[in-house]
């Protein structure tokens, strides 16, 4: 599909720059139009999502593992981190809640900048770590899971619908920096979806009023991840669980460092011996397979 697109779009280039390209006004600005179209699917893996073109909220969960799935959450954030500022987007973090190692329990951060949901929503789902763990004293070999979810951002101006009733919110003193008031008073807030059991933690705006807002953002985008996730399956003749189990047997990529090293997408078999490269942030192999999968 890639191909066949990337062929259009050199043959339309060659007819644009024609010395009478615009004799035929319309047909013309028809064409150009196509070429808009054509370069913005390539762009989002041709997907058309609906929020694609905008900002990603990306949360990390620890599953199974202890110490290990907690030191796996932040190599993951580390990794992540690393790919983003090679696209020239920007992140800040809205939530995290770390261990005495420097792990992540959890961890939510935005993404800004072009197309950034449209590329990393396929991250979406179970990674797997098998290494020598560094905190066994016996040096024994340990399996771990973090859980990844990629959510959009909602633009400005888009309506959140959601029923009060169906909200449960609990307000605690942040944990994060932000200046006297932020650390004295409860600016942070949890909100969880009655319904669905949907949870989402923020503490990075300054006041319990903004916290509330973004968090109810959050939660509106993770229901709309949801129901596409839901509507996809049904498309195809799948059944989808709304859970997805952060153990053996979900991941959608492995990270194996020990006894030999090896990094695998089992959803498209794209693998790399070289580790440290994609914990460096070169992702593109693993993101081209995936988008070409939708």
Known sequence: MFEEIKKRIAAIEGEMGEANFWADKTRAQNIVKEYQDLKEELETGGTGGKYDKGNAIISIFSGAGGDDSEDFSR?????YQKYIEKQGWAWKIIHQNTNDHNGYRNLTFLVEGRNVYGTLKNESGVHRLVRVSPFSAKKLRHTSFSM???IPEFPKGVQVDINPDDLKVEFARSSGPGGQN????ETAVRVVHIPTGLAVHCEAERSQADNKARAIEILAAKLYKMEEEERKSKEKGMY????TANEWGSQIRSYVFHPYQMIKDHRTGVETANVDKVLYGDLDAFIEAERKLV
């Open 75 to 79: 190599i993951l954030f580390e990794m």
């Open 182 to 185: 932020v650390n004295k008073r």
């Open 148 to 150: 990844v979810e990629v």
């Open 240 to 243: 989808v669980s709304k859970t």
